[in-house]
């Protein structure tokens, strides 16, 4: 995997980094799909999914996890 960079920022994949872009330019709905996208890793958490497990999931940090998981912003 090559590291690649948007706007200085570090997205470790090309998905990560079409995320970036789509957040940049419709900021709005990027708000709406980190809500879904919360909800999402809640659920899994609680269904048995580890931390690291859902980090390499979503391309985020495990610590990035645990404040989703325990309402914490950034």
Known sequence: M???SVN???VPCLESSINTILRQLYPSVAKFSFK???ENI???YKAGETL???ARAYSISPQRIWQI???KDK
Do not use: M, Q
């Open 69 to 71: 998981i325990h309402d």
């Open 42 to 44: 809640k659920y899994r």
């Open 52 to 54: 690291s497990e859902l």
């Open 8 to 10: 200085g920022t570090f």
């Open 2 to 4: 090559t590291p690649t």
């Open 36 to 38: 879904i996208r919360n």
